[in-house]
């Protein structure tokens, strides 16, 4: 693993675990043992590595939202195993979706990170959007809205169960909120 590649994974931890304000390149120092000299020749500023940690965790939900489109035709399915991602990404240490911690720094944030964060949220609403129409053509899901604005609510509240079980430390809120918001749109 490079040098740049340690860095962005302390950086995403951290990120993941405090929230971006929340820290230095002296806590990604101590966490994988260089100098803030070695981040700053790589990351120049904390807004640079930001965006960097962005950039790689869009590319990686991307590749597993492909990877849930290659296993299943079921939308449900689907569904299924898009929210399993919010439960994987909080594993048993609480960490929250990168872009869920951004999104409560948003207005101290400069623009290329903003993009980062807003695309991302576009991503997944884009992709559920479709998942949601496929759904409603099949018959498996049932709702009274357009397909773009259910996947923004669907969207929004996985995020909101995942820092409502965060604050409780609690993964079993997560997983059954899931379920249950997954059961509020099936036919």
């Known amino acids: ?3 740049s590649e340690q860095i962005i994974n302390a950086a995403t931890e951290l990120l993941q675990k405090h929230g971006f304000n929340a820290f230095s390149y002296g806590d990604i120092s101590k966490l994988i043992g260089i100098r803030t000299a070695s981040i700053h020749y790589h990351y120049p500023s904390k807004y640079d590595l930001g965006k960097s940690v962005m950039e790689r965790y869009r ?4 590749s597993a939202i492909n990877k849930i489109d290659a296993e299943s035709d079921s939308p449900l399915k689907k569904l299924q195993a ?13 960490k929250m979706c990168p872009c869920g911690m951004l999104t409560t720094d948003i207005s101290t944030l ?18 559920l959007t479709s998942i949601l129409k496929d759904g409603l053509e099949k018959k498996v ?12 609510t669907l969207f929004s509240s996985f995020e909101g169960t995942m820092l409502s079980a965060r604050a409780f430390e609690d993964k079993n809120r997560l997983t059954k909120s899931l379920k249950q918001i997954i059961k509020l749109i099936q036919a």
């Open 1 to 3: 693993m490079t040098t």
């Open 141 to 152: 899901f049932k709702f009274n809205m357009s397909a773009a604005e259910c996947a923004k």
């Open 110 to 127: 400069p623009d290329p990170i903003k993009i980062e964060v807003r695309g991302f949220y576009i991503d997944s609403e884009t992709w």
């Open 82 to 94: 898009f929210a399993e991602l919010f439960t994987c990404t909080m594993g048993n240490d609480y």
């Open 59 to 62: 590319l990686m939900h991307k």
